[in-house]
């Protein structure tokens, strides 16, 4: 620490020594007692301190509580109470219901589907269309037409 | 009062667990200090309250965010309501604020505190006059206890940086208040 470095300090952070980095504090509170220049400079600097002192700021009343009772729900909360919202908005329940028995419905139908094309899909029943229908009498359509 | 440390960091992993009276413990901590620090910064009460109030809802909504390893709360905390500002003096692009009421000190004459409130109003406007990076340093150091580390950490600067940035404000806050106050 030196004399420079010092003024450099009151400069920045003031004169308050609890306001000093942490580590240089000790140097410089030693410089301070043992060296004159540098208490001129302190009270050179600390009237700046003094009226920055005076600058008291007030919490807005009830700011806290206000924190505390405009708080949004977790995520989760507010996706279900999105989902599954008020019992007095009595629009949402019939259409819930109805949602709910839309989705079964179509759970039920995409797994029969899914069977039914399995069955119509495998190449081993095409094959037996084919030999059926090769069986089938297809001159006695043009002689009935005729 | 809160014992900050162990029973901090278990209040805040109860907190983003949505536990409402651990939050509640944080903000009863974090609020008078954080509050002082807006409204420093803002110098207006009803937007530093809108601030306030959405840095302590960063707090239940974003809390799984912060992390005990990296920075103190104290420090992300002002980290929020520092960037808070900082958008709000951006999408006003106001920076001379409606005057904030002062509070009287207690044990003084009412001409101590008509000259108390004065040198108050007078400080306000000077610091408000000051560019807001060089206040915020300002403020976190001289008013907030804010080690030189975390308010550089809050900042985004070196400790060089802030050193610089404070000794700037400081200069202008000298020049500024000697108009009226003689003795700077």
């Given at each position: 620490?030196?004399?420079?470095?010092?003024?450099?300090?009151?400069?920045?952070?003031?004169?308050?020594?609890?306001?000093?980095?942490?580590?240089?504090?000790?140097?410089?509170?030693?410089?301070?007692?043992?060296?004159?220049?540098?208490?001129?400079?302190?009270?050179?600097?600390?009237?700046?301190?003094?009226?920055?002192?005076?600058?008291?700021?007030?919490?807005?009343?009830?700011?806290?509580?206000?924190?505390?009772?405009?708080?949004?729900?977790?995520?989760?909360?507010?996706?279900?109470?999105?989902l599954i919202p008020d019992v007095s908005s009595q629009i949402w329940q019939p259409a819930i219901a109805g949602s709910l028995l839309l989705i079964l419905g179509m759970i039920i139908g995409a797994s029969m589907m899914g069977s039914f094309l399995?069955?119509?899909?495998?190449?081993?029943?095409?094959?037996?269309?084919?030999?059926?229908?090769?069986?089938?009498?297809?001159?006695?359509?043009?002689?009935?037409?005729? | 009062?809160?014992?900050?440390?162990?029973?901090?960091?278990?209040?805040?992993?109860?907190?983003?667990?949505?536990?409402?009276?651990?939050?509640?413990?944080?903000?009863?901590?974090?609020?008078?200090?954080?509050?002082?620090?807006?409204?420093?910064?803002?110098?207006?009460?009803?937007?530093?309250?809108?601030?306030?109030?959405?840095?302590?809802?960063?707090?239940?909504?974003?809390?799984?965010?912060?992390?005990?390893?990296?920075?103190?709360?104290?420090?992300?905390?002002?980290?929020?309501?520092?960037?808070?500002?900082?958008?709000?003096?951006?999408?006003?692009?106001?920076?001379?604020?409606?005057?904030?009421?002062?509070?009287?000190?207690?044990?003084?004459?009412?001409?101590?505190?008509?000259?108390?409130?004065?040198?108050?109003?007078?400080?306000?406007?000077?610091?408000?006059?000051?560019?807001?990076?060089?206040?915020?340093?300002?403020?976190?150091?001289?008013?907030?206890?804010?080690?030189?580390?975390?308010?550089?950490?809050?900042?985004?600067?070196?400790?060089?940086?802030?050193?610089?940035?404070?000794?700037?404000?400081?200069?202008?806050?000298?020049?500024?208040?000697?108009?009226?106050?003689?003795?700077?």
């Amino acid at each position: 620490m030196n004399i420079r470095r010092f003024q450099q300090l009151l400069d920045a952070y003031g004169t308050r020594e609890k306001n000093w980095p942490a580590e240089e504090r000790e140097a410089a509170r030693a410089l301070l007692n043992s060296d004159a220049e540098c208490a001129s400079l302190v009270q050179q600097y600390q009237s700046l301190d003094e009226h920055l002192d005076e600058y008291v700021t007030r919490m807005p009343p009830g700011l806290g509580q206000r924190i505390l009772s405009q708080l949004p729900a977790p995520l989760i909360d507010r996706i279900i109470g999105w989902l599954i919202p008020d019992v007095s908005s009595q629009i949402w329940q019939p259409a819930i219901a109805g949602s709910l028995l839309l989705i079964l419905g179509m759970i039920i139908g995409a797994s029969m589907m899914g069977s039914f094309l399995d069955d119509a899909g495998s190449e081993s029943n095409w094959d037996e269309e084919i030999y059926l229908f090769a069986l089938d009498d297809t001159s006695l359509i043009g002689l009935n037409d005729e | 009062m809160l014992q900050i440390g162990v029973d901090e960091a278990n209040l805040i992993s109860r907190s983003v667990g949505g536990d409402k009276s651990a939050y509640q413990l944080l903000v009863e901590h974090h609020l008078p200090p954080l509050s002082n620090y807006v409204m420093r910064m803002m110098a207006n009460a009803t937007e530093a309250d809108d601030i306030i109030q959405e840095t302590f809802v960063r707090l239940w909504t974003h809390g799984h965010k912060y992390n005990p390893k990296l920075a103190k709360l104290t420090t992300w905390l002002h980290n929020i309501a520092h960037n808070l500002c900082i958008d709000y003096f951006r999408m006003t692009d106001r920076l001379v604020p409606e005057s904030a009421d002062h509070p009287e000190q207690e044990s003084s004459s009412p001409e101590e505190n008509y000259i108390r409130q004065d040198l108050a109003m007078d400080i306000q406007a000077a610091m408000m006059t000051i560019p807001e990076r060089q206040r915020s340093a300002i403020i976190m150091c001289h008013y907030q206890g804010l080690s030189n580390r975390d308010a550089a950490g809050v900042l985004g600067v070196s400790v060089d940086a802030l050193e610089s940035l404070m000794a700037r404000g400081r200069r202008k806050l000298r020049q500024n208040l000697s108009t009226n106050w003689q003795e700077l």
